[in-house]
């Protein structure tokens, strides 16, 4: 489907905070709903957040609730990760994915999404 690109990744202390970009290639962007996973070496790819195509709606796995918030810019075909007091735990590939759809939907899991970016490394370090 849609191109996604990956922004932001790098070192970040733990505590501080780090804001990941994803750009998508397409002018209809506002049609797809969209999401964060990561991955760690030898773990499974794992769901982090997701936001419906309008922004109204959003989902966060338990682990990240209170210090990441994903949101949107559909002007500017972006979505955002936004990663409040990150530690050791969240150093992963951050993966941007999409799914489009005619509704208002909001995935929550891994399976959900049909089209993923190159993904971004995220360390995190004291």
């Known amino acids: 489907q849609v191109q996604l690109v990956e922004s932001g990744g790098g070192l970040v202390q733990a505590g501080g905070s780090l804001r990941l970009s994803c750009t998508a290639s397409?002018?209809?962007?506002?049609?797809?709903?969209m999401g964060w996973c990561r991955q760690a070496p030898g773990k499974e790819r794992e769901f982090v957040a997701a936001i419906s195509r309008t922004g109204r709606s959003t989902y966060y796995t338990d682990s990240v609730k209170g210090r990441f918030t994903i949101s949107r810019d559909n002007a500017k075909n972006t979505l955002y990760l936004q990663m409040n007091s990150p530690n050791a735990e969240d150093t992963a590939v951050y993966y941007c994915a999409a799914r489009g759809g005619d509704y208002e939907y909001t995935p929550d899991d891994v399976a959900d999404f049909r089209s993923w970016g190159q993904g971004t490394r995220v360390t995190v370090s004291s």
């Open positions: 397409e002018r209809t962007f506002s049609i797809y709903a």
